[in-house]
């Protein structure tokens, strides 16, 4: 069965560049979300979008932006990058606007330096 | 504020059976979730409850009591590959995931 698919896997950057994440979700799932989980922390939910609108925010830095496309694809746009922002970036899909439970992608590990 | 308890850590032997509480005190309530999370890699959809009363699938198994907010997630003939953390996430009145810190269960031979 098709995953969610999250590219790319590994990303390292310097302090003050700009990052891009995506994610594709299982196919015919209408609602994505994106996690941010420091080292043995639990997931921090980010933002979510439902038929590509924002459904929900939560403690996504001003710096971080996402959107979903037609084709209901992902990308969450991150700049002016800083220390704490490595971390491991999840994305996660469902249906029925997540009424469903979330099926998570392999994950993004981003490296700030 | 909404908040999910469960511990940080469990150690149990293999072949054992375990046991992993989680309370939650959250604005509203839409179904409890177990995620189980091998360390670098995603969570995986264990188990939802949404009403009273245990679900059962196969080794693992979920209580759910609304009235007490609390849940357990029941680990029968427990296994090496079953050492993980196990996430406790409450699905608020606004259907957004309030996630627990995670039990860290280490297995033993």
């Known amino acids: 069965a098709a995953g969610v698919i999250q590219s790319p896997r590994h990303l390292i950057k310097e302090k003050r560049e700009t990052a891009t994440l995506k994610c594709y979700p299982i196919p015919r799932h209408d609602t994505v979300y994106w996690y941010q989980q420091g080292p043995g922390q639990d997931p921090q939910f980010l933002i979510s979008f439902y038929e590509k609108m924002q459904s929900d925010k939560g403690s996504i830095p001003d710096r971080f932006s996402a959107q979903q496309f037609s084709d209901y694809h992902s990308e969450l746009n991150m700049s002016s990058l800083e220390l704490g922002d490595s971390a491991l970036y999840f994305c996660?899909?469902?249906?029925?606007?997540?009424?469903?439970?979330?099926?998570f992608g392999p994950g993004t590990r981003l490296t700030v330096l | 504020g909404q908040n999910i308890d469960q511990p940080t850590e469990m150690t149990a032997t293999e072949g054992a059976i375990v046991q992993i509480n989680c309370t939650y005190q959250t604005s509203g309530f839409n179904g409890l979730f177990w995620y189980q999370q091998h360390a670098g890699e995603a969570p995986t959809f264990l188990s939802y409850?949404?009403l009273d009363g245990l679900e059962e699938k196969g080794r693992f198994s979920s209580f759910l009591s609304r009235s007490k907010g609390y849940s357990y997630l029941l680990l029968k003939e427990l296994q090496m590959k079953d050492s993980a953390s196990y996430l406790c996430a409450v699905r608020d009145s606004n259907y957004q995931l309030i996630w627990g810190a995670g039990t860290k269960l280490i297995i033993k031979p």
């Open positions: 996660a899909s469902s249906t029925q606007g997540g009424a469903n439970e979330q099926f």
């Open positions: 409850n949404v």
